[in-house]
């Protein structure tokens, strides 16, 4: 926890910069019958009546104090559709000196993952691009892409019936688009001085836990 929240503490670059990201499942329904028109006085209807269409993947990703945003939409989470995520995250900061990446602890985020996709020398250069900060067990709070799916979640699909991968596609990316024209940012207040408060330890019992 200490480690993660230090890195929220540190100041904006462009060149030693924070990046985090998550995953979510999103099922896609379709209508069985048509939606009614509005009418004067009258919102549109939906049936209550819907077709399942299976799931999609939603990588979720997210620079906070730049409000940079990276939406991506996969038929799954797998490793492969993970290390395809992670190359256009390298490909949008090709300066930077060290990408620190947040995530969680899942089976496809390792190297390996990209190892398999691209091969152990283009594999492992890819890795090496970023520094990874996995959040602690039942630690996903701390992690900022969090937000980031909240908002997806309400602003993007909300209650709508999204009946296909492709539907999906689009507006996930006319959504990343709005969020990064308007450049919308996360204001993360949680510090390592109020996480001490809140848990009631000391740093420098922490410091000697440590060693």
Request: charge should be positive.
């Amino acid at each position: 926890m200490e480690d993660v929240l230090a890195l929220y503490e540190k100041p904006l670059s462009e060149r030693d910069l924070v990046v985090c990201m998550d995953e979510k499942p999103v099922v896609l329904h379709a209508d069985v019958r048509a939606p009614r028109p509005m009418r004067p006085g009258q919102i549109a209807r939906h049936d209550c009546e819907y077709e399942r269409r299976g799931t999609a993947n939603a990588f979720c990703g997210v620079e906070p104090k730049a409000g940079r945003h990276f939406t991506k939409v996969t038929p799954n989470r797998s490793s492969p559709e993970f290390a395809d995520y992670l190359v256009e995250i390298v490909a949008s900061y090709p300066e930077a000196d060290t990408i620190h990446l947040v995530m969680d602890n899942l089976s496809s985020h390792h190297r390996k993952a990209l190892v398999e996709r691209y091969g152990e020398r283009i594999g492992g250069l890819l890795w090496d691009r970023f520094t990874v900060h996995y959040t602690p067990k039942h630690g996903s709070w701390l992690n900022q892409a969090e937000i980031e799916i909240s908002l997806f979640s309400r602003q993007c699909p909300g209650q709508r019936r999204i009946p296909s991968l492709a539907d999906l596609r689009r507006e996930a990316q006319a959504w990343n688009r709005n969020m990064n024209r308007n450049q919308i940012k996360i204001d993360w207040k949680f510090t390592r001085k109020k996480a001490r408060q809140k848990f009631r330890y000391q740093r420098n019992n922490f410091m000697r836990s440590e060693t």
